[in-house]
C-alpha cells in the first residue's frame, strides 16, 4: 500500500500521528518559508505542509510540483492554526518530511475543478482528465450507489438477475439493430439487443417467477440530443400478477430510491392517471405535475362562428398563465415565434391579457365582443393579472403536443420546474396501435407483445385503433423514466397481434418463432417494466443530460472521441468475415 | 396477484387457510376417488388432492390434465395422512375446491426433471423447458447469489462499479474481435471488448482508486470445448497497492464466497507458488493440489548412457502412483495410448512396477539392472505396491505439461479430484513474455500492459525472456479462476514494451494512443485482477462445464439454436451498413 490513509478522513483525533497519503496536487501555495500542497485523491483533499526552515532541500521539491502530479507523502498530523471549516479535514495538516513523485504530469488541457475551463469537445477527448472533476465522478458514484440499492431491494423480493446474451437474432421490427459479422457462420449475422424484452419473456415461460437485470440495451438509431446507441435499463419481469401487483411494487422501489438518495418522501400511493386524460390536460403522456397549467378546452366558448381560424379547427385549447398579463410585446412575439418553430410546428398563437385594472388586450379583439372573452375568462378559470394563450388545429392531439410544448416553454421561463422537486406518477391506459403515416400501418405503441385490455378484445377486429393496451409508464417530472405492460402469454392471441401488425405468419415465425413455439409449452400469466438507469441516475443527480451519468459516452456521431471509435479495419479482418465495403463503389 | 401463497412455503402451521397457488403440472396420480397433483414453481412443490366424492366435474378436470399446464388452484391446507419427509411441503397438502387452466402446454420433447431423457441438443433448442429443471434452475440462483455476494463485498470495500462501453475501438493485438459496422461512420467498425483492460486502467488515471465491474467480454475464438463467444468477468482495478494488497482483498473475496456458498473455510492465508515451482513440480501453471504425484526430475538417476531414448532426452520425470503396482497391461496400454495422443503427444510411457511382494517390473528392464531401478524407487519415494510413471522429452516445459495430462488423468481414474474439496492457489512470478512459434516473436504472456518485475527491469534488453512479470493467477482444483497483475503506469516503460512487442510507435499509438497519453497527466502505480465468474460459478456448483452457468448459452459453432442465431441480414440493412457479403464471389 502506498498510504495509510485516504485524503479524506484525517481529523483532530488523528493529530499526532505519522500518516502516509498518496493523490493529486490539487494546487500549491508558497506563503513564506512555508508551502502549502492540497492533495486530492477519491475521497477528499488534505493540506500538506512542507517547512523550508526544516527540510529546504524537501520544501524546494515541493515547490516544483505541478498541477496533477501523482505523488505519494508522509509526515505528521498537526493541528492548523487557521482551520476550514467547509472541508471535512480542514481542522488539520499534515507536516511533510517526505515527497515522493509516483508521475509528473502535463499541464492539464483544462482545469479539473467542478467549475472548469474546458469545453465540451475537450472534457471527452480527455475523458480520464475530466472524470478526476469531483462532480463528475460524484454522478458516477450515484450511479453505483443505485444500483446496488436496487439490487438489494429486488433482491429480497425474490427476484433473480439473469444475465442475457448481448449476441442474439436480429429483428427487423421496431429501431435498427446494431449487426455483428459471424466469422464462423459465413454471411450471417448476429445482433444486439434492443432490450432483453423475449429473452425476459422466455424465462418467465421458465418458470423464473420473478426475473431483473441491469442490462445493457443498443438502438442503431440518429442520435437526437442525449440519446446514446448503448444505453442501459432496470428491465425487470413478473410472473402470476395483474397491473396493479407490477405498479405497487416499482412505485416502492422508487419509493425506496428517493428516500435513500434524495432523502424526498414520495407520497405513500402515486397517482395514475390515463393516457386520455394526460393528454387530454397536459398534452403529453409524460406530464410535469411540478407546476398546473393544465389545457381548457375551449370549442363551446370560441367556436362561434366569429374567427375563421377556431371556427374551422378540431381543436381549441388554452392555459392560463398565471400573472403574466404584463408580458411585453416583445415576450409574446418570442412565444409566437416559439410556437411556430420547426420544432413545434403550430400556425399561430392567440394571446389574451386580463390586466391587474380590469382591461383586457388580445390578438383577437377584432373577432370577439368584451363579453365573450369574459366567458373565456370564467372558462378559464382567470383572475386579474393572468394572461390565456391559445392554440388550434385541425388535429386535436398534435395541436395538445404543440400546447404542451407550449406550457413546458413557459414553465421553463417562469422557474415552475424546480429540480429538486419531484412530481411522479402512472400513465395507465396507453393505446395499443398508433397509425404510422410513414409505414402506412398500425403500429404496435410499446411492443407487439402487450396484452390488449380484456375488455377492449371485440374491437381488435373492427377498431383496433380503440383497443386500449394494460401498458404503464413511470413519469417523473415530465420524464418518461420507465414503462412496461402485461404481456400477452396465449399464442393464439399474439398470432393475431403479429397479423394486425402486419406481419406475414412466415415473417412472424422466422422472427419470433421461439416465443410462438414457447406460448404452447404452459406460458404463465406475466408482465414487466423497465426503467432507463441513466434517466434515472440523471433525475436524481438534478442533470438535465444523461451524458455526465455515463463514464464513457459517445458523441451525436455515435463516436467515443477518446478512444476514436469507431475505426477502420485492417482488410485481413474484412476478409475473414467475408465482407466488403462498397463504400467506393457508391461514391 | 394469481396467488396468495407459493408452492414452496405451506407448513403444518398453515392447516386450515384458505390458499390459492399457481404453477406447473409436475405429474398426476389418480388413487380410488382421489387425484393428486404435483404442482412445481421455482419455490418448491406442492400436493393438491381433487376428490372425486366431494365434486366430480372438479376431479374430471384434474384428470385430464396434462405435464406441464399451468395453472391455478384453490383450496385448503390439510394435513397429509402419508406424509413426505423429502419435500419441505410433505406434511400438507390443498384440498382443492377451484381449478383454473391459464394455459395448457403440448407434451414437452424431454421430461421436465433433475434427470431428464432430453439430449443436449435438445435441451438447447428447447432452453426455455430446459430452464425449468431445478437443476438447471439452481445454478442461475447461484449466478445471482455469487454476483450480490461479490457486489456487496466490494462495495463495502470502497470499490465503484463502473460500466465500461461495449461499443469501443478494435485491438487486433490478442485474441481476435468481434466487430460492428457503424452506419453513422460509414466503412467504420466499432468492436465489442475483449476486456474492459484500458478503460479500467483509464478510470485509475482518472483517480477512481477501485474500480470493480461485473462485464460482459467478447472474444471471436476458434471455440475449444467450454469456451463461449461471450463471457463474464469480474474485473476489478486498484490504485496505490502492491501486490500483496491485491493478493489479500481478492483472497479475502474468494474467502467469502467459499463460506457464503458452500460453507467451505479457506485456509488463513492461502499459498503462493511461483510459476516456476508450479511448472517443475505439476507442469502446469495451474495445478490441482487435491492431490499429490508431484513430479521428481531424473536426469541423475536415468541418464546413465543404458537408454537412449533418456540419453538424448532434456528432461526426464516421474510421478508415483500409490497402490497402482497392480494395474494390468491393458490399463498400462491405455495409459500408453493416452500420452501419444494427438492431445498429449508424447512419444511414449516407461513404467516401473514395484510389486507388494518386492519384485519389479518394468518396461526398460533390459536397460536398467536392478540397482538402478532401486535407486529410482529411492528417488521416487516409491513403496512395494507402487507405480512409477515416466515421461521424456526435448523440451523440458513441453515434456512437464505433457506428465501434467497424465497426472490429472491418474487423479480422475482413481477418484483423486473430489468436487466437494477446494484446494485453491495462488501462482506468481509469472514470466514476461513468451516465444510464439506461430507469429515468430515474442508475445506478452498476460498483456502488453504487465508491470516488469522491477529486479528484472535490466534484462529487458538483452534477455527479455528471463524477465518475470508482476503477475498472478488464483487457481482452484487446478483451473485457472482469475489473475492480473501490476500495470505499468509509466509511458516511457509502456512504450518500451510495445517496442519489445514488435509495434511500431505509429501502431502503439494508432491503437493505444489513449492510454499512452493519459499516462502523460499523472497517472497512479495500478494493479488489478479479474475473476472469470462463468467459471467460478461452475466450480462452486460442482459442474465440469460453464454452459450450464448461463441462461442461453452458445454451441460450439458459435449459435444459438433456440433463436437460431446468427442470421442472414434483409438486403436493406447490409445496404445501410455498406456492406456487402463477399461469400458468392469465393465460392
Not at 488541457?109 to 462532480?135: A, C, H, S, W
Not at 423475449?198 to 415461460?205: A, C, E
Not at 377584432?366 to 392554440?391: C, E, H, R, T
Given at each position: 500500500?502506498?498510504?495509510?490513509?485516504?485524503?479524506?478522513?484525517?481529523?483532530?483525533?488523528?493529530?499526532?500521528?505519522?500518516?502516509?497519503?498518496?493523490?493529486?496536487?490539487?494546487?500549491?501555495?508558497?506563503?513564506?518559508?512555508?508551502?502549502?500542497?492540497?492533495?486530492?485523491?477519491?475521497?477528499?483533499?488534505?493540506?500538506?505542509?512542507?517547512?523550508?526552515?526544516?527540510?529546504?532541500?524537501?520544501?524546494?521539491?515541493?515547490?516544483?510540483?505541478?498541477?496533477?502530479?501523482?505523488?505519494?507523502?508522509?509526515?505528521?498530523?498537526?493541528?492548523?492554526?487557521?482551520?476550514?471549516?467547509?472541508?471535512?479535514?480542514?481542522?488539520?495538516?499534515?507536516?511533510?518530511?517526505?515527497?515522493?513523485?509516483?508521475?509528473?504530469?502535463?499541464?492539464?488541457?483544462?482545469?479539473?475543478?467542478?467549475?472548469?475551463?474546458?469545453?465540451?469537445?475537450?472534457?471527452?477527448?480527455?475523458?480520464?482528465?475530466?472524470?478526476?472533476?469531483?462532480?463528475?465522478?460524484?454522478?458516477?458514484?450515484?450511479?453505483?450507489?443505485m444500483t446496488i440499492l436496487i439490487r438489494n431491494f429486488l433482491d429480497a423480493r425474490q427476484f433473480i438477475e439473469v444475465?442475457?446474451?448481448?449476441?442474439?437474432?436480429?429483428?427487423?421490427?421496431?429501431?435498427?439493430?446494431?449487426?455483428?459479422?459471424?466469422?464462423?457462420?459465413?454471411?450471417?449475422?448476429?445482433?444486439?439487443?434492443?432490450?432483453?424484452?423475449?429473452?425476459k419473456?422466455?424465462l418467465m415461460?421458465?418458470g423464473f417467477d420473478r426475473y431483473f437485470q441491469i442490462a445493457?440495451?443498443?438502438?442503431?438509431?440518429?442520435?437526437?440530443?442525449?440519446?446514446?446507441?448503448?444505453?442501459?435499463q432496470i428491465d425487470c419481469e413478473m410472473s402470476f400478477v395483474e397491473q396493479d401487483d407490477v405498479l405497487d411494487i416499482f412505485e416502492d422501489l422508487a419509493r425506496y430510491l428517493f428516500k435513500e438518495?434524495?432523502?424526498?418522501?414520495l407520497?405513500?400511493?402515486l397517482?395514475?392517471?390515463?393516457?386520455?386524460?394526460?393528454?387530454?390536460?397536459?398534452?403529453?403522456?409524460?406530464?410535469?405535475?411540478?407546476?398546473?397549467?393544465?389545457?381548457?378546452?375551449?370549442?363551446?366558448?370560441?367556436?362561434?362562428?366569429?374567427?375563421?381560424?377556431?371556427?374551422?379547427?378540431?381543436?381549441?385549447?388554452?392555459?392560463?398563465?398565471?400573472?403574466?398579463?404584463?408580458?411585453?410585446?416583445?415576450?409574446?412575439?418570442?412565444?409566437?415565434?416559439?410556437?411556430?418553430?420547426?420544432?413545434?410546428?403550430?400556425?399561430?398563437?392567440?394571446?389574451?391579457?386580463?390586466?391587474?385594472?380590469?382591461?383586457?388586450?388580445?390578438?383577437?379583439?377584432?373577432?370577439?365582443?368584451?363579453?365573450?372573452?369574459?366567458?373565456?375568462?370564467?372558462?378559464?378559470?382567470?383572475?386579474?393579472?393572468?394572461?390565456?394563450?391559445?392554440?388550434?388545429?385541425?388535429?386535436?392531439?398534435?395541436?395538445?403536443?404543440?400546447?404542451?410544448?407550449?406550457?413546458?416553454?413557459?414553465?421553463?421561463?417562469?422557474?415552475?420546474?424546480?429540480?429538486?422537486?419531484?412530481?411522479?406518477?402512472?400513465?395507465?391506459?396507453?393505446?395499443?396501435?398508433?397509425?404510422?403515416?410513414?409505414?402506412?400501418?398500425?403500429?404496435?405503441?410499446?411492443?407487439?407483445?402487450?396484452?390488449?385490455?380484456?375488455?377492449?378484445?371485440?374491437?381488435?377486429?373492427?377498431?383496433?385503433?380503440?383497443?386500449?393496451?394494460?401498458?404503464?409508464?413511470f413519469?417523473?417530472?415530465?420524464?418518461?423514466?420507465g414503462?412496461g405492460?402485461?404481456?400477452?402469454?396465449?399464442?393464439?392471441?399474439?398470432?393475431?397481434?403479429?397479423?394486425?401488425?402486419?406481419?406475414?405468419?412466415?415473417?412472424?415465425?422466422?422472427?419470433?418463432?421461439?416465443?410462438?413455439?414457447?406460448?404452447?409449452?404452459?406460458?404463465p400469466?406475466h408482465a414487466g417494466l423497465a426503467f432507463?438507469l441513466?434517466?434515472f441516475?440523471?433525475?436524481?443527480?438534478?442533470?438535465?443530460?444523461?451524458?455526465?451519468?455515463?463514464?464513457?459516452?459517445?458523441?451525436?456521431?455515435?463516436?467515443?472521441?477518446?478512444?476514436?471509435?469507431?475505426?477502420?479495419?485492417?482488410?485481413?479482418?474484412?476478409?475473414?468475415?467475408?465482407?466488403?465495403?462498397?463504400?467506393?463503389?457508391?461514391?
Amino acid at each position: 500500500m502506498y498510504r495509510t490513509n485516504t485524503c479524506g478522513e484525517l481529523r483532530l483525533a488523528n493529530a499526532g500521528q505519522v500518516v502516509t497519503l498518496a493523490g493529486w496536487v490539487q494546487r500549491t501555495r508558497k506563503m513564506g518559508g512555508m508551502t502549502f500542497v492540497d492533495l486530492r485523491d477519491r475521497y477528499g483533499i488534505t493540506q500538506l505542509v512542507f517547512d523550508d526552515s526544516r527540510d529546504a532541500s524537501l520544501t524546494d521539491r515541493a515547490n516544483h510540483l505541478g498541477r496533477e502530479f501523482c505523488i505519494q507523502a508522509s509526515g505528521t498530523v498537526c493541528e492548523r492554526q487557521s482551520k476550514n471549516p467547509n472541508m471535512p479535514t480542514g481542522d488539520i495538516e499534515i507536516l511533510a518530511d517526505s515527497l515522493n513523485v509516483l508521475s509528473e504530469s502535463l499541464t492539464p488541457p483544462f482545469t479539473v475543478d467542478d467549475n472548469t475551463d474546458g469545453g465540451d469537445e475537450l472534457r471527452m477527448k480527455y475523458r480520464y482528465l475530466d472524470l478526476r472533476r469531483p462532480i463528475v465522478r460524484a454522478n458516477l458514484e450515484l450511479r453505483h450507489r443505485m444500483t446496488i440499492l436496487i439490487r438489494n431491494f429486488l433482491d429480497a423480493r425474490q427476484f433473480i438477475e439473469v444475465e442475457t446474451p448481448i449476441l442474439v437474432g436480429s429483428t427487423p421490427e421496431g429501431a435498427r439493430d446494431f449487426v455483428v459479422p459471424s466469422r464462423m457462420n459465413p454471411g450471417q449475422f448476429y445482433a444486439l439487443p434492443q432490450s432483453p424484452q423475449t429473452l425476459k419473456q422466455l424465462l418467465m415461460v421458465s418458470g423464473f417467477d420473478r426475473y431483473f437485470q441491469i442490462a445493457k440495451c443498443f438502438r442503431d438509431e440518429d442520435l437526437r440530443a442525449d440519446r446514446q446507441p448503448e444505453f442501459t435499463q432496470i428491465d425487470c419481469e413478473m410472473s402470476f400478477v395483474e397491473q396493479d401487483d407490477v405498479l405497487d411494487i416499482f412505485e416502492d422501489l422508487a419509493r425506496y430510491l428517493f428516500k435513500e438518495v434524495r432523502n424526498v418522501d414520495l407520497p405513500a400511493k402515486l397517482r395514475r392517471m390515463t393516457w386520455h386524460e394526460a393528454m387530454k390536460l397536459y398534452g403529453s403522456d409524460k406530464p410535469d405535475l411540478r407546476f398546473g397549467m393544465t389545457f381548457v378546452e375551449l370549442m363551446d366558448t370560441l367556436k362561434l362562428g366569429k374567427f375563421a381560424v377556431f371556427d374551422s379547427a378540431a381543436y381549441i385549447g388554452g392555459i392560463r398563465v398565471e400573472g403574466c398579463a404584463g408580458y411585453s410585446r416583445k415576450q409574446l412575439d418570442a412565444l409566437t415565434e416559439f410556437v411556430k418553430s420547426q420544432q413545434v410546428g403550430a400556425k399561430g398563437l392567440v394571446y389574451v391579457k386580463y390586466n391587474e385594472d380590469g382591461t383586457v388586450k388580445s390578438s383577437v379583439d377584432k373577432f370577439y365582443s368584451a363579453d365573450d372573452l369574459q366567458a373565456l375568462k370564467l372558462k378559464m378559470g382567470a383572475a386579474d393579472g393572468d394572461l390565456v394563450l391559445i392554440l388550434s388545429g385541425d388535429n386535436a392531439n398534435k395541436t395538445r403536443v404543440q400546447l404542451s410544448q407550449l406550457r413546458l416553454k413557459l414553465g421553463d421561463e417562469l422557474g415552475l420546474r424546480d429540480p429538486d422537486r419531484f412530481e411522479c406518477l402512472w400513465i395507465v391506459d396507453f393505446p395499443l396501435f398508433e397509425w404510422s403515416d410513414e409505414e402506412q400501418r398500425l403500429m404496435a405503441v410499446h411492443h407487439p407483445f402487450t396484452l390488449p385490455n380484456p375488455d377492449d378484445i371485440p374491437l381488435l377486429d373492427e377498431h383496433p385503433e380503440q383497443v386500449r393496451a394494460v401498458a404503464y409508464d413511470f413519469v417523473c417530472n415530465g420524464i418518461e423514466v420507465g414503462g412496461g405492460s402485461l404481456r400477452i402469454h396465449d399464442g393464439k392471441l399474439q398470432e393475431k397481434m403479429f397479423k394486425i401488425l402486419g406481419f406475414t405468419p412466415e415473417r412472424a415465425q422466422a422472427q419470433f418463432g421461439f416465443l410462438i413455439n414457447a406460448f404452447k409449452y404452459g406460458a404463465p400469466p406475466h408482465a414487466g417494466l423497465a426503467f432507463g438507469l441513466d434517466r434515472f441516475v440523471a433525475i436524481m443527480a438534478g442533470l438535465d443530460s444523461i451524458r455526465d451519468c455515463i463514464a464513457f459516452p459517445k458523441n451525436n456521431s455515435g463516436r467515443d472521441v477518446m478512444l476514436d471509435a469507431p475505426g477502420y479495419l485492417e482488410p485481413g479482418q474484412l476478409e475473414e468475415l467475408n465482407l466488403k465495403v462498397t463504400l467506393d463503389e457508391k461514391q
